[in-house]
Nanobody
């Protein structure tokens, strides 16, 4: 059973930085996993912010955060990070960490494609509780 615990949220002034952490437990398998950061504001649909395939380091960024946010991982700590720089008020949201489903993938290439190209939220089976980020 995968468990994800986010931390690092808070308030920051526009232009400032925050680093979110997602500590994962219960993840098995050596081929890697797709880990992602999503965000949601009241009344809006949840959107993908960044993803990383932990087996090879391939990643995706939404246009809204490209060049400002960086997703990374520490395999020894089973932790994925989201470094948020040059923050804007529109980055204010509840940020969720997610991990893709472990089974049902026909090929590794297909799984990586889903992680960094398609980025379909339906492929993410495990979610954290969320951490609030407020940029003012």
């Amino acid at each position: 059973h995968v468990q994800l615990l986010e931390s690092g949220g808070g308030s920051v002034q526009a232009g400032g930085s925050l680093r979110l952490s997602c500590a994962a437990s219960g993840i098995t398998g050596s081929s890697g996993r797709c880990m992602g950061w999503f965000r949601q504001t009241p009344g809006q649909e949840r959107e993908a912010v960044a993803t990383i395939y932990t087996g090879g380091g391939s990643y995706y960024y939404s246009d809204a955060v490209k060049g400002r946010f960086t997703i990374s991982q520490d395999k020894a700590k089973n932790t994925v990070y989201l470094q948020m720089d040059s923050t804007k008020p529109e980055d204010t949201a509840l940020y969720y960490c997610a991990a893709d489903r472990a089974d049902g993938w026909n090929t590794l290439a297909g799984r990586i494609k889903a992680c960094i190209l398609t980025v379909d939220e339906e492929n993410f089976a495990s979610w954290g509780q969320g951490t609030q980020v407020t940029v003012s």
